[in-house]
């Protein structure tokens, strides 16, 4: 498998393992279900390291927020 395909791959990960424990946390807190801890901690690495070194996540958001003249 190419490097690249397989890094794409990562990183597509990363992104939505961090939306949905996210979406978890959410719902949990609708239904009044309890939070773990790990996931709090798991989230706030995960969103760090995916703003500071996900090139798909920088892809992504400059094509979705970049003002279109």
């Known amino acids: 498998?190419?490097?690249?395909?397989?890094?794409?791959?990562?990183?597509?990960m990363a992104i939505s393992?961090?939306?949905?424990?996210?979406y978890l946390v959410i719902v949990n807190l609708l239904f009044n279900q309890?939070?773990?801890p790990g996931?709090?901690?798991?989230?706030?690495?995960?969103?760090?390291?995916?703003?500071?070194?996900?090139?798909l996540f920088h892809e992504l958001w400059d094509k979705w927020f970049r003002n279109k003249k």
């Open 1 to 12: 498998m190419d490097f690249f395909k397989l890094a794409f791959f990562i990183y597509a």
């Open 17 to 22: 393992l961090n939306v949905a424990g996210t």
């Open 34 to 36: 309890p939070i773990y």
């Open 39 to 55: 996931l709090i901690v798991s989230l706030v690495i995960g969103y760090g390291v995916m703003i500071k070194y996900n090139f």
